[in-house]
């Protein structure tokens, strides 16, 4: 049998029936976690006897957050749950100092420009702000422009001015910290763990003490940009006692769904807008069909009687996500805090390592999606670095005791490399047998083009039609308005380039490995949005 034979006989028919599979599964798991959220019963507010309430504590790590922090603190602090038992601590850096007074340096360079450009003062002031500065500069005399560019430069306030500020003023609803972390290296995980060597400076005042009270205690971790439901704190508490009332255990981690549904920028005109909200209904996919969907099946199999070899095969990899996460404080210890360089994903993996409990939240909060597509490329390049190398993860938690068998353990580290296997190279194999299938047989074409339909247009339409409902279903607490609803301008366009948004999630990844390959070094610096 020639290689030509094997592709269009072996090859091909496995690529498309792979396809299709992963289709069918994609659009149940969208729709089925969908209609869970939409159809979960009113929260109810645990009791108000401090006693029976878990003690909450909400991080939110911020490094160039000014234009969204007072929004987010409002919105955070002004969440409902019993007095005395939640706090909200904000941790900002010295490394933005750090930066900002190297920036300082490149503004006589950036003033020489004959033309300045928004994309060339990122970092320097908040993204929001940037195309109006760069106007502004550019419409100066060239004599004076260093002079205008250095005033608005030494006028902005960092995010540490903002949320010293706040801390300082009046405050009502939950109780606010500010703790500054100095400048020491890392990413959104080492702002977490600096605020969890200081727990009893954030929640002694409330009474808290970590020998009597931390197998009582979660803690949440959200990203800076983001509105949470009123009832976000008693969802997890609610989901806390379920989880133990049927299983006798608490869980590990409780995961409040991210929607990416929120518009403070648009997204831009042009190729690069469409493509960024493709990957934008793709996010709303993934949160929906990927990370709520296994942690929904992981729960389901946790309270199973399925023999374990059964439970084996079908027990996924969960994917935590670090806006909307709880973390019983008991679990995190074990792991010895959150790994770099994503705290997220690190801490899903090696929790799903050890047969941790993870349990879902019926409320939800919304986030920015992404619209640059360097933050984007980024983003994906460190969800890669991050997730590749599960082995090195079960590493990390191989001293720990672990409530599954070796054999469940090398299942699921296996199961992860398919998922980047798939990730890198599955969109060109996929295409290519498409583009093939009619050579194999007319049943494979007609199999395949079922499987680009329901992959991409048909549930790119069902996901733009869901979305509405979603948004509409957060309610945000009585200190915030909730900012207007994702939109797609071009829903046809859209829909119709959906099949290639695969390759989309290419870039961060190939981009990664091309810079290790030639021996330069790829720095990850801020995931923008």
């Not at 602090?77 to 850096?93: C, E």
Request: aromatic letters at 6%; charged letters at 20%; proline letters at 9%.
């Amino acid at each position: 049998m020639s290689a030509a034979d094997v592709w269009l006989d072996v090859v091909v028919p496995v690529l498309v029936t792979g396809l299709l599979a992963r289709a069918v599964w994609a659009a149940l798991a969208v729709e089925a976690s969908a209609r869970w959220l939409l159809s979960a019963p009113a929260r109810r507010r645990p009791a108000d006897e401090n006693r029976e309430a878990p003690w909450l504590v909400v991080l939110l790590p911020m490094l160039r957050e000014q234009a969204v922090a007072a929004q987010s603190i409002a919105a955070f602090t002004g969440l409902d749950y019993p007095t005395g038992r939640a706090t909200v601590a904000v941790i900002t850096t010295e490394r933005e100092h750090t930066a900002r007074a190297q920036h300082r340096k490149r503004l006589p360079e950036l003033a020489a420009l004959p033309t300045l450009t928004a994309s060339q003062l990122r970092g320097l002031f908040p993204a929001a702000r940037c195309p109006a500065i760069a106007d502004t500069v550019n419409t100066t005399p060239p004599d004076e422009r260093l002079a205008v560019l250095a005033k608005r430069f030494d006028a902005e306030p960092t995010t540490a001015d903002i949320v010293t500020a706040l801390t300082t003023g009046p405050t009502s609803g939950l109780p606010l910290m500010h703790l500054h972390q100095p400048d020491i290296g890392g990413r959104k995980p080492g702002q977490l763990n600096f605020a969890l060597d200081r727990l009893p400076d954030v929640l002694g005042p409330l009474g808290w003490r970590e020998d009597a009270h931390a197998h009582e205690t979660f803690i949440l971790v959200y990203d800076a940009d983001a509105i949470p439901d009123a009832a976000t704190l008693t969802a997890f508490a609610d989901a806390a006692t379920v989880h133990r009332t049927r299983t006798g255990r608490t869980p590990a981690l409780i995961q409040q769904q991210r929607l990416p549904l929120l518009t403070r920028r648009p997204f831009p005109r042009g190729m690069a807008g469409l493509l960024l909200t493709e990957e934008w209904v793709y996010q709303l996919r993934r949160s929906l069909g990927i990370e709520l969907a296994r942690i929904r099946l992981h729960q389901w199999l946790t309270r199973s009687r399925l023999p374990e070899p059964v439970r084996m095969w079908l027990r996924p990899m969960v994917y935590a996500v670090g806006c909307g996460m709880a973390v019983h404080l008991p679990a995190l210890r074990q792991l010895g805090g959150f790994p770099e360089p994503m705290e997220d994903l690190g801490t899903g993996h090696r929790l799903s390592l050890l047969g941790a409990d993870f349990a879902p939240s019926t409320a939800l909060v919304l986030d920015e999606p992404y619209t640059d597509t360097a933050g984007l490329t980024n983003l994906h390049a460190l969800a890669f670095t991050a997730s590749a190398r599960p082995d090195r993860h079960a590493q990390k938690v191989a001293h720990l005791a672990s409530a599954l068998p070796q054999p469940a353990r090398a299942a699921l580290i296996l199961r992860e490399w398919a998922d980047e296997a798939a990730w890198l190279l599955g969109a060109p194999l996929l295409t290519a047998a498409v583009a093939s299938a009619w050579w194999a047989s007319p049943l494979w074409a007609g199999l395949a083009t079922a499987g680009i339909l329901l992959h991409g247009p048909i549930t790119t339409a069902r996901l733009l039609a869901l979305a509405p409902a979603l948004h509409h279903s957060v309610i945000p607490p009585a200190t915030t308005e909730l900012p207007p609803r994702a939109t797609p301008a071009r829903p046809i366009a859209l829909a119709a380039g959906s099949p290639f948004q695969p390759f989309i999630r290419l870039a961060g990844p190939w981009r990664l490995i091309w810079t290790k390959a030639t021996g330069r070094h790829l720095g990850f610096g801020k995931t923008e949005r």
